[in-house]
């Protein structure tokens, strides 16, 4: 007879879910990390695991990724009762892997799911992955880059450092108004095919090889950030690691600090608390902060802010709010900028400020923020954002008790969604439903319009 797994049972417990929520949540990490034999989870799968059965496949890593997220900690398989052997265990071997070699493999694996799950096993995005090196491999890496083997026949310059930052710019605007869901194999090909062969080339000097690093860890950064638009997070996660090390290579401060950044804001997303505020600290240590230009101190620093708030630390997300929004004021007209901030602005602060002070509680200052980037953004470019905007400013609404003000935004939100393909759109289609659920029924025109809208929304929105 199978012993009760006590140890999953607690931290079901913790968490506060019902056993039917826990299977629901479950499903919904199964859909993102395209674990489809785990789509058909339910109630009774739960209540199976809790009595002693153990998980077939993929479970287990799929489970303890959906009850850390709740928890906002990285869970083992030994807290669940689900460890075989040592495979827990996190090591740097992501890091100690040859830069070239993964930019080829992972854009390989990219474009071909099916082999990518054959190499790599679950794709199950985990915060054991956000593990960040030693001091000493930052500081090796760019001699690491400098001793890689080259091809003599590739000669590498400006032209080819050019044409990857107009290859990133146009992937990263279209990303903005689109969506990350479409396009990304394109620059995944992109990756392997061109960017690939540049960072195998000979550089004419040390200036060439870094400018290329640099625009090459941009272009990944892009196709990782993609990943997450599109809800594709291990897949992203791997992009930004991959990312982070062209950038240490490239010996890019303000570049690595850019990425660790992203890589906070998903791990916020995710719910992973302890390993956000890590990614959010790391960005601004070793001159990342200190050497990037104001518009992108503000960036870095607004998604420290958001960290610090998750974790509670209201004092200090609110201090770097105020340094966020001083820095952003510091930014001169006409001043050299790298590309990759060109979307952040006022209307980008403003969002980000909301969802900060929305983690403290503070709805009254996330709403008048979410106006305030409503206001300032410019919808038609950045589309996606903007209808990302519009859900959170909806669901505060409602969580304020104002249902109609919420419908007429989510309303606004669904039309700005038109032509976007983004995850998170379908993540804020998802939560109007389930925050109207309760009006079902009851004759309330406003919510059964908005209701219906995002049910029909649900089938083109991916």
Not at 57 to 66: N, P, Q, S
Request: with cysteine.
């Amino acid at each position: 007879m199978a012993r009760r797994n006590n140890e999953l049972a607690a931290v079901i417990a913790e968490t506060g879910w019902s056993q039917p929520v826990v299977a629901a949540a479950v499903v919904r990490v199964a859909v993102e990390s395209d674990v489809k034999e785990l789509l058909s989870v339910q109630r009774s799968h739960i209540a199976m695991w809790v009595a002693g059965t153990r998980p077939r496949g993929r479970a287990a890593d799929v489970l303890r990724e959906t009850l850390s997220r709740r928890l906002g900690r990285p869970l083992t398989l030994a807290e669940i009762g689900l460890a075989e052997g040592d495979s827990d265990t996190v090591t740097e071997s992501e890091w100690d892997t040859d830069t070239l070699t993964t930019l080829v493999a992972l854009g390989r694996h990219s474009m071909d799911r099916e082999r990518r799950r054959l190499l790599t096993g679950a794709v199950v995005y985990s915060a054991g992955g956000l593990v960040l090196p030693r001091d000493a491999w930052w500081d090796e890496a760019p001699d690491r880059a400098r001793s890689r083997a080259t091809d003599p026949n590739r000669r590498i310059g400006e032209t080819e450092v050019r044409a990857v930052r107009e290859m990133t710019e146009f992937f990263a605007r279209r990303d903005q108004r689109h969506g990350g869901v479409d396009g990304r194999t394109a620059l995944h090909q992109y990756i392997v095919d061109d960017i690939a062969r540049y960072v195998g080339g000979v550089f004419r000097n040390e200036v060439s090889r870094r400018s290329l690093y640099s625009a090459a860890a941009e272009a990944v950064y892009v196709a990782g950030w993609m990943s997450f638009d599109a809800s594709q997070h291990e897949s992203a996660r791997r992009y930004f690691t991959l990312a982070l090390k062209l950038a240490a290579e490239a010996e890019d401060a303000p570049l690595a600090g850019h990425v660790l950044r992203a890589m906070a804001h998903q791990a916020i997303d995710l719910g992973h608390t302890k390993a956000a505020l890590n990614l959010a600290s790391a960005s601004v240590e070793r001159k990342r902060y200190a050497h990037a230009v104001p518009r992108e101190r503000a960036l870095i620093g607004i998604v420290r802010a958001r960290a610090l708030a998750v974790d509670g630390q209201k004092s200090d997300a609110l201090a770097a709010i105020r340094q966020a929004e001083h820095d952003l004021a510091q930014t001169g007209a006409g001043e050299d900028q790298p590309q990759r901030v060109w979307f952040f602005q006022e209307a980008s602060l403003a969002h980000e400020t909301a969802r900060a002070l929305w983690a403290l509680g503070d709805l009254n200052g996330a709403l008048r923020h979410f106006r305030a980037s409503v206001r300032l953004r410019r919808a038609d470019s950045f589309s996606r954002t903007h209808a990302v905007t519009l859900g959170y400013m909806g669901t505060v609404q409602a969580g304020q008790g104002n249902v109609d003000a919420a419908c007429q935004t989510w309303s606004r939100a669904l039309d700005a969604m038109d032509g976007v393909q983004s995850g998170r759109t379908r993540e804020a289609v998802v939560t109007m439903r389930t925050t109207l659920s309760p009006f079902r029924g009851r004759g309330i025109p406003a919510a059964s319009e908005v209701d219906e809208r995002a049910r029909v929304a649900l089938r083109r929105v991916t």
